[in-house]
């Protein structure tokens, strides 16, 4: 069976400081990796996506994620953070056999401190 | 593009009375997926179905909990009759069918309180 953990549940980061969000996940066969932004009173919202190719993707908003296989991590980065990236972020994982279905961590609260 | 539409955006009613979401998918998308986020248990899917045929209803909670779609343009998630627990954000998500895995697109959802 397909599982996510985002082993924080919250993330503290001066603003202009790197930040990393971090996901690992467990599939059969060839994992597909999703990274998604929820603010406040809103859906989440599409960041980026690791299907194959480049283990580095880079996504909207100047977000970048690291596919690692044999770690089987897929962490969420970003050089320089803002105030405004504060917000929840999701992790999500699906495969070759599990259909058009996504499994979704339980989010890490990210905080950027001024 | 106008993205997911929800309605309403909020709903508080009373315990035992019943209660229906509606969700406008993106025009073109053969996937449409229901959501349900709480506190203690975050996300959660619901019910998802392809080009309007349920394909996997097990996350529905209960028999009081039942989800349609009627046309490639419309679905409702119904809950009758509403309990407390029930009180939630319900997101609806949709996404297209041509190449495996694309990103689902989300509502803004509707936030439900059971009195």
């Known amino acids: 069976a397909q599982s996510v953990a985002q082993p924080e549940d919250q993330v503290n980061v001066a603003e202009g400081n790197p930040l990393t969000v971090k996901c690992t996940y467990s599939?059969?066969?060839?994992?597909?990796l999703f990274w998604y932004v929820q603010y406040p009173n809103r859906g989440l919202q599409f960041l980026l996506k690791y299907i194959t190719g480049d283990n580095l993707v880079k996504g909207s908003y100047g977000f970048e994620a690291e596919f690692n296989k044999s770690q089987t991590s897929f962490h969420l980065k970003k050089p320089s953070a803002l105030v405004s990236d504060s917000a929840l972020y999701f992790c999500?994982?699906?495969?070759?056999?599990?259909?058009?279905?996504?499994?979704f961590g339980p989010g890490t609260r990210l905080s950027v401190l001024p | 593009d106008a993205g997911v539409i929800q309605s309403p955006r909020h709903e508080v009613t009373e315990m035992g009375q019943e209660v229906t979401l509606r969700c406008k998918p993106i025009?073109?998308?053969?996937?449409l997926f229901w959501y349900r986020q709480t506190m203690m248990r975050g996300l959660e899917l619901l019910i998802y179905?392809?080009?309007?045929?349920?394909?996997?209803d097990s996350g529905m909670p209960e028999d009081r909990f039942s989800a349609k779609m009627p046309n490639a343009s419309f679905s409702t998630l119904k809950i009758q009759p509403s309990e407390p627990r029930d009180s939630a954000v319900y997101f609806c998500a949709s996404s297209p069918g041509q190449g495996r895995n694309q990103p689902q697109h989300f509502g803004d959802g509707t936030r439900l309180s059971i009195l």
């Open positions: 025009s073109g998308h053969d996937y």
């Open positions: 599939v059969s066969g060839n994992p597909y």
């Open positions: 999500a994982v699906s495969a070759d056999n599990y259909g058009q279905n996504f499994v």
């Open positions: 179905f392809n080009n309007n045929v349920p394909i996997d």
